[in-house]
């Protein structure tokens, strides 16, 4: 039986449903931003890399590890499923701030991460950064913090990401409400914007925790096929950041950095908004653990010691 033709009422209708079913993906941008694990989650299946940024503390302590050799590995749960997962990747489990000890010394603090000793292979769980690394699929990975915004920048920009062709997702975190919703974290827009200003050289030069006052993007847009590579979401990220007076003083002093601070944990917060001090950007391997890149000194063509996923 032949199938009749839609007819032109028809194909309009059809034609705005396919409008509406993608319009969270922020098509034709070269560079996204969104939130979360469900923002990952939508933005992973139409692009070419996703950054995340978990600023308090999950991708800082990734670049604290990273930085010294260590390959980490992430994990969506800290439970018996963490511990079985680090005994099957011969790695050992990071526990949570308050439960390191001196035989069990690695947790989520950045800064305990820096005075325990070597180890070649941490697995670190987080509900918020490492669950959407751990579920991202298979597109690269990087993980994204203030420290490391510039380095991250120059290799996304160099390997070719950010364009119509080969868009990036930049994912701010998060942190959770007591219910488990959502709850937007000032630090992780600031960080995501770092790094989109970074990758498009907006941020002044330098794109660091100390360079809030980085100028204002010079005018108009890069442009991608008469679209601006940046996509609304991303320009809003990058303007806070450009923004702010103090990034540092913004980090400490929002919910999340009053929260451990309070909790005793200040020297986390100051790691964490330590004004790009690092090269180094960790980039998910085919073993599913982050490994590190220098973001300036390696050539783009020379990185098969990190296989794309």
């Known amino acids: ?14 034609a705005r449903s396919t409008v509406m079913d993608d319009w969270y993906l922020q098509r034709p941008h070269g560079v996204r931003f969104d939130w979360g694990p469900t923002g990952a989650e939508r933005l992973a299946v139409d692009v070419a890399c996703l950054v995340v940024v978990d600023v308090l503390s999950f991708t800082t302590s990734v670049t604290v590890a990273v930085e010294a050799g260590t390959r980490v590995f992430p994990h969506r749960w800290r439970d018996e499923t963490a511990s079985a997962f680090a005994e099957q990747m011969g790695a050992e489990l990071a526990v949570g701030r308050r439960m390191a000890t001196t035989t069990a010394p690695w947790s989520l603090s950045p800064a305990a991460l820096r005075r325990a000793p070597f180890t070649p292979r941490l697995v670190l769980p987080s509900p918020n950064g490492s669950a959407i690394a751990a579920s991202a699929g ?29 868009p990036v997702a930049v994912i701010a975190s998060g ?16 960080g995501a914007g770092a790094i989109i ?20 993007g010079g005018g108009g847009h890069d442009r991608i096929d008469d679209a601006p590579a940046l996509s609304p979401e991303a320009e809003m990220a990058t303007a806070a950041f450009r923004t702010a007076p103090d990034i540092a003083t913004a980090v ?6 009053r929260e451990l601070i309070g909790g005793g944990f200040a020297e986390d917060v100051a790691v964490a908004t330590e004004g790009d001090v690092c090269s180094a950007v960790p980039v998910m391997a085919d073993d599913g653990a982050f490994a590190r890149i220098d973001g300036f000194a390696v050539p783009a063509t020379k990185i098969a010691e990190v296989p794309r996923r």
Do not use: F
């Open 1 to 14: 039986m032949e199938r009749a033709c839609p007819t032109p009422k028809a194909r309009g209708k059809q």
């Open 138 to 166: 298979d597109i690269p990975v990087v993980a994204g913090a203030l420290r490391n915004a510039t380095a991250v920048g120059h290799w996304l920009a160099r390997e070719g990401y950010g364009t119509a062709e080969r």
């Open 175 to 190: 942190e959770r409400w007591p219910d488990g919703s959502l709850r937007p974290a000032l630090e992780d827009l600031l």
């Open 197 to 216: 200003g970074a990758l498009h050289g907006w941020s002044g030069g330098h794109a660091g925790a100390g360079a809030g006052d980085g100028g204002c």
């Open 252 to 257: 400490a002093e929002g919910a999340s950095g």
